[in-house]
């Protein structure tokens, strides 16, 4: 199965999935993903939930409509619920959500990996989790705000993260997608394929291969004494600003830059990750040292959106039909049955799926 990674890009929707519609969600998920897991492994799962047309394609089955930025939270919401009771059994586990969920995903990630007896392995999986927000909200800023974060992961370290970040100007929501396996670095192209409906045009990428000069000038004046970078802001402000009508003071000298070059210039960063790694470090402060690194130093940033066009198909709100109940049950109890029945020959097996199949 070829795998992609990336984002997609959705519009905001009210409202919520129905409870009758949710609690099918759960039934129908989890007896996919035993499936799954049971006959390609927990990793497959996670190659699968990685490439965002087969996840949405995932939430579309469950009954999803396929344009809904709900689809995402609602979807990973159904998973964690569906995989909670069996996590230990199946070697998957999902933490994080919506809002304050997500605050909670490095709590959650120790829970499980304590569980599971990782210990070599869990605070890495932790690091994995914050570094993906981070870049995705501070790296590359393209005008999405994340507000949903679930990370996956096995019983052998492998992970996944799907988040989301919103557009209160165009109303719309984008989607992350992170495989672990295939990261060689937080900090340089981790988004290998990106799908979505919509491109923006302000936008600062310093996870690109184009931004390293940039990404090495950075770390070189966040090694400095803040007063060094602070005034060579400060003469930039005055000598460039007048011509350059996009920029304000405020973006070279936003609040809070002083605190975070105190921070590291007491314990320089030896990279642009490390660098990431900074608390207090904010899109502001990022994108001010970027500025200076572009105007004084002559250094590339890439500003090309990485989103790439795609697009997918069904449900809740009646597009392109009504999620029908006594099929969705039919297809749940199904599946239910060919999970009760692990130990059917391959013949009986696939005679099983045909029914699915026939059902559909």
């Not at 396929?66 to 199946?90: D, F, N, Q, R, Y």
């Not at 004494?225 to 005055?238: C, G, H, N, S």
Request: contains cysteine; proline residues 5%; aromatic residues 10%.
């Amino acid at each position: 199965m070829a795998r992609r990674i990336g984002t997609a890009d959705l519009p905001l929707h009210g409202g919520h999935a129905p409870r009758w519609l949710f609690a099918r969600m759960v039934r129908l998920s989890r007896a996919l993903i035993q499936i799954i897991i049971r006959d390609f492994g927990p990793e497959d799962l996670l190659a699968r939930l990685a490439d965002p047309f087969w996840f949405q394609a995932f939430g579309c089955v469950l009954g999803f409509d396929w344009h809904s930025s709900g689809l995402t939270t609602t979807v990973c919401g159904a998973l964690k619920e569906a995989v909670k009771p069996l996590s230990l059994e199946l070697g998957f586990f999902v933490c994080g959500g919506k809002a304050r969920a997500s605050r909670r995903t490095p709590q959650e990630i120790l829970f499980w990996a304590e569980k599971a007896a990782l210990p070599g392995c869990f605070s890495s999986l932790v690091r994995a989790s914050r570094l993906a927000a981070k870049v995705d909200n501070t790296a590359l800023q393209d005008g999405y705000q994340l507000y949903h974060h679930t990370f996956f992961f096995t019983r052998s370290g492998q992970w996944v993260v799907i988040q989301q970040g919103m557009n209160e100007t165009n109303r719309y929501a984008r989607r992350y997608h992170w495989l672990g396996e295939r990261v060689e670095s937080f900090v340089l192209e981790p988004h290998q394929a990106i799908a979505s409906q919509r491109k923006e045009k302000d936008v600062l990428n310093l996870v690109a291969r184009k931004s390293i000069p940039t990404q090495l000038a950075i770390v070189d004046m966040a090694s400095r004494r803040p007063e060094e970078t602070l005034k060579e802001m400060k003469l930039v402000a005055r000598l460039i600003l007048p011509q350059r009508h996009g920029l304000s003071e405020k973006d070279l000298l936003p609040k809070g830059l002083h605190k975070v070059l105190l921070k590291t210039y007491t314990q320089p960063p030896t990279d642009f990750e490390k660098l990431l790694e900074v608390e207090g470090l904010g899109p502001k402060s990022l994108r001010a040292l970027a500025l200076l690194s572009e105007l004084v130093y002559n250094t590339p940033v890439a500003r090309e959106d990485p989103a790439r066009y795609a697009f997918a198909h069904g449900g809740k709100d009646g597009h392109p039909f009504p999620v029908e109940r006594k099929i969705y049950d039919q297809s749940i109890a199904y599946l239910e049955e060919i999970l009760s029945k692990a130990k059917l020959s391959g013949q009986e097996k696939d005679k099983a799926f045909r029914r699915l199949h026939q059902l559909f």
